[in-house]
């Protein structure tokens, strides 16, 4: 469970359920007070942490008791062998970035900042506020909330040069996080079976989502300034492909910004054979040495579909993104999101856009970027003093990991499972790659929890590499 005091209190409740035989009476919430030291909240939230496992069950105006337990029974599902056929794809096991070590384990394999380096209290009340609202009980338009629509509007407009019409309320789609818009935008732009062009190594999810929209990605390199601008094109050339995916700003998981001169280059190649750029501009809050150039922003024809989540800079539970497209293709993404989605909820769209126009998130933001360089230096000096033989290729310019490289014939899945025996969670870095992996790399997080544990990390992570080492 937890370390909090209703998951310490479960566990404790938890060995008492398992010693008593079925139908014994639990103690009254006064004696469980009263013997553990907590309030009656908390042991009520205990206890319906039990109901929920099935372990107890409550008797209204007569107590909680023990539910009797019943020998599993055997089922047979191979049925569903000859009923479902083959997978159409395979969408593989649970990322190395979802997973959950133990609690003492230190985590730098997180693609998510800590809690403390949210907005917290602009959260907290924010949703306070968006309860009271009418959007708490309706149901939203289909596009969103027509405020939330003309901010990311109106924030992409502020960066769009003289002569370049900036975008509009209305070509923005309110969607429940970037994830759910890639598979809605890969799927608008591509047929099944067809090529879509990514940056590699790129974020798992795109990949993830390629294939759950049934289309074949193929690989372009790219390095610190962007993707290799000729192998772009003649992948184009090649492939007939008619969308490339990439992330201009601070790339997941290299933290790498596209030069403004590779971005002009990649939007000619793309105008040259008639395509679309779609543009994840997932880190666009999370900027350390330098600001955010959306491609968006100089685009005024609608060739670039452009991504913008508030996910993780305002709170994995708020998961509100935006799609901005223009032309038919907005028609397309409309039609396949509100296939999959119907809306998002009027509640979590309130509240994100409360955050996002309070004076106090510009504050955050500010305050943001130093804290993640100060985490940022901090891993790099603990890995150079600690792990020497871990190359950094680029100093990441923002987002919130570093990508780094390990000796040639590195093993990386079995370095991994080694660190988490000794406690320290890392993300193997072949998740990364649309094909095969160019080399041994790690994405290693600077957001997580407990900075202080960095010179910790870096030391595991150099020994279990130097017991490993022929």
Known sequence: MTNSSSGRLVEVLTAWVRDAPAGARLPSTRSLVAEHGVGPATVQQALRALAGRGLVESRPGVGTFVRPRHAPRAVDYSWQIAALGAPRTDLGSLPATMRTGAPDAIALHSGYPDPGLLPERLVRSAFARAARQEAALQRPDATGLSELRAWFAAELAATAPDGVAPPTFKDVLVVPGSQSGLVAVFRSLVPVGGVLLMESPTYWGAILAAKQ??????????????????????????????????????????????????????????????????????????????????????????????????????????????????????????????????????????????????????????????????????????????????????????????????????????????????????????????????????????????????????????????AAAP
């Not at 030069?259 to 054979?273: E, F, R």
């Not at 609608?302 to 709170?315: M, P, Q």
């Open 213 to 466: 929209a049934g289309v074949r990605a193929v690989p372009v390199p790219h390095g610190p300034e962007g993707p290799d601008v000729d192998a772009l094109a003649r992948a184009f050339a090649e492939t007939g492909a008619r969308a490339f995916y990439g992330q201009p700003t601070f790339a997941n998981p290299t933290g790498a910004q596209w030069s403004p001169t590779v971005g002009q280059a990649v939007l000619d190649v793309v105008a040259k054979h008639g395509a679309f750029l779609v543009e994840d501009d997932w880190a666009h809050d999370f900027g350390i040495d330098d600001d955010p150039r959306p491609l968006a922003s100089l685009d005024g024809d609608g060739r670039v579909v452009y991504l913008r989540s508030l996910t993780k800079s305002v709170s994995p539970s708020v998961r509100v993104a935006a799609v901005v497209a223009r032309g038919p293709v907005q028609e397309r993404v409309r039609a396949v999101a509100g296939a999959e989605n119907l809306y998002v909820s009027g509640l979590l769209q309130a509240a994100a856009l409360d955050v996002v126009t309070q004076p106090g998130w510009t504050a955050h933001r500010r305050a943001l970027r130093q804290r993640l360089r100060e985490r940022r230096d901090l891993l790099l000096a603990s890995l150079a003093q600690h792990a020497p033989a871990v190359e950094v290729e680029s100093v990441p310019a923002g987002g919130l990991h570093a990508w780094v490289r390990l000796p040639d014939g590195t093993d990386v899945a079995a370095l991994a499972r080694d660190c988490e025996a000794h406690g320290l969670l890392v993300a193997p870095g072949s998740g990364w790659f649309v094909a095969e992996p160019t080399g041994a790399y790690l994405r290693l997080g600077f957001a997580g929890p407990d900075p202080g544990a960095f010179g910790r990390a870096a030391r595991i992570l150099g020994e279990r590499m130097a």
